[in-house]
């Protein structure tokens, strides 16, 4: 078994050159990674040599605890920058396994510090040793934050005078000797929205047979509440029907928020929000009432905050098939959902939530995330 654990901790050796060439595209070698998905697995990453490579590409290792970043490491990076990058206000994200165990953007006055706590305290138990991401530079208070718990690598876009040498004091905290800190430039200059500008951006997937999927990014037309349609469908024979209340100006506004975090959990995916902070986050479920299930239990079973469940809002990462996740949601509370749209049975769902009293909008596209 010590050898085992001893390969979480040992940097593995790979024949990787220094630069490769992808479908004409010319990669540099950044640096050669702790390992791969797995310890066993050395691994390297790379940036294209052009100026395309944004955040991640350039960023800079300030920490690098015991030989340096893995695979998931950067995995997770990314996945918090995936909707980071979609928050105005100051904001945090908890990662743990390419999916956010927990996230928060401020509202009103709320420093760093308790929007961090906020994205953490959604399910304190995944938290552990978790990567944990910024929107904005990390001040001591924060700092000390993170350091009271089990946090394996945080990144973010500059750290406040005071904030590097608490991270450094891990003896003090008796935890966190290996935390890994990295420093990230570019977060704005990521492609978010529909006519951003994508040049250089491609996703690659290669499949185990060596086949190569080459897709476009995935783009957002949802830029604010505005975006938000009401739900309306069509009955076979019964004529159309529409979704009898609009969401308050707090639900419309949580509702932009759960659909942005949403790009980030893998599908299937349920994001249940309240006031700017996760309550739960239902993900990689194979059919679309067991993420609701699973968010509503990890609610029930892990939320360690101050909110209750009643008058949140719910984003679904595709269309609702069928009106037992509007039903289930109800039960609990939930008073609005935001979905995709374009389910056969989609006049069934609204009118469950007329039923009972939910608003629904549609976004008109999906999110699915099959990372």
């Keep these: 078994m010590s050898d085992i654990r001893s390969m979480y901790t040992s940097a593995r050796t790979g024949e990787f050159?220094?630069?490769?060439?992808?479908?004409?595209?010319?990669?540099?070698?950044?640096?050669d990674l702790r390992?791969?998905?797995?310890?066993?697995q050395p691994a390297a990453y790379y940036r294209p040599r052009s100026s395309a490579a944004l955040a991640l590409g350039h960023c800079r290792i300030l920490k690098e605890g015991k030989n340096g970043l893995s695979q998931t490491n950067?995995?997770?990076?990314?996945?918090?920058?995936?909707?980071?990058?979609y928050a105005d206000s100051p904001a945090a994200a908890v990662m743990k396994h390419v999916n956010p165990s927990g996230v928060a953007e401020a509202r009103g006055q709320s420093d760093l510090r308790s929007v961090y706590v906020r994205a953490r305290d959604c399910d304190p138990q995944a938290a552990f040793g978790a990567v944990v991401g910024f929107n904005?530079?990390?001040?001591?208070?924060?700092?000390?934050?993170?350091?009271?718990?089990?946090v394996e690598c945080v990144v973010a876009p500059g750290y406040e005078n005071g904030s590097l040498e608490i991270f450094e004091d891990a003896r003090r905290f008796g935890r966190n000797r290996d935390i890994r800190i990295?420093?990230?430039?570019?977060?704005?200059?990521?492609?978010?929205?529909?006519?951003?500008?994508?040049?250089?951006?491609?996703?690659?997937?290669?499949?185990?047979?060596?086949?190569?999927v080459l897709a476009a990014p995935f783009l957002t037309a949802i830029r604010s509440e505005a975006d938000l349609k009401l739900a309306s469908a069509v009955y076979?024979?019964?004529?159309?029907?529409?979704?009898?209340?609009?969401?308050?100006?707090?639900?419309a506004r949580d509702l932009i928020f759960a659909w942005h975090t949403a790009f980030g959990v893998r599908s299937n995916a349920v994001v249940v929000v309240k006031n700017g902070a996760t309550l739960a986050v239902g993900t990689g479920q194979q059919d679309r009432v067991g993420a609701?299930?699973?968010?509503?239990?990890?609610?029930?079973?892990?939320?360690?905050?101050?909110?209750?469940?009643?008058?949140?809002?719910?984003?679904?990462?595709g269309y609702i098939p069928f009106r037992d996740s509007v039903d289930l949601a109800a039960r609990v509370g939930i008073s609005a959902i935001v979905q995709p749209g374009g389910s056969l049975r989609d006049a069934e769902c609204i009118a469950a939530c007329n039923e009972h009293g939910i608003a629904m909008t549609f976004t008109g596209e999906r999110c699915f995330s099959h990372h």
């Design 17 to 31: 050159p220094d630069h490769v060439e992808i479908l004409g595209v010319f990669f540099e070698k950044v640096n």
């Design 35 to 40: 390992y791969g998905t797995n310890p066993h």
């Design 74 to 85: 950067l995995e997770d990076m990314n996945g918090a920058l995936t909707i980071l990058k």
């Design 136 to 150: 904005r530079p990390v001040d001591p208070a924060t700092a000390e934050e993170i350091m009271s718990t089990v």
């Design 182 to 212: 990295v420093e990230t430039p570019g977060l704005e200059r990521l492609p978010r929205f529909v006519d951003d500008d994508t040049s250089g951006h491609l996703d690659i997937k290669m499949l185990g047979d060596g086949t190569v």
């Design 236 to 251: 076979r024979q019964q004529g159309s029907i529409r979704v009898e209340r609009a969401p308050t100006e707090q639900e």
């Design 292 to 317: 609701v299930e699973q968010a509503i239990d990890k609610y029930q079973r892990k939320y360690r905050g101050e909110e209750r469940i009643e008058g949140a809002v719910l984003a679904s990462d």
